[in-house]
């Protein structure tokens, strides 16, 4: 979704989707350190998701 916001840069994605991510995971697991590591690793499981299908289409 936030991919397809014009008024967002490429930049500010992986930022965006960090608080997205630790937001989240702050609410359903409660304020301690498995929420933090949990939310850094799921906002890192979705931009390396992309990535690999972004890439797997690319010719070299």
């Known amino acids: 979704m936030v991919k397809q916001m014009e008024i ?4 500010f994605i992986p930022g965006i ?7 989240l ?5 409660g304020l301690n350190v498995d929420a933090v ?10 931009v390396f998701g992309y990535q690999l299908v972004k890439q797997k289409d690319k010719q070299e």
Do not use: W
């Not at 967002?8 to 930049?11: A, D, G, L, S, T």
């Not at 995971?25 to 697991?29: N, P, Y």
């Open 17 to 23: 989707l960090l608080a997205i991510g630790l937001g």
């Open 25 to 29: 995971s702050l609410l359903l697991f």
């Open 37 to 46: 590591v949990q939310g850094v690793l799921i906002t890192g499981a979705a």
């Open 8 to 11: 967002v840069p490429n930049k």
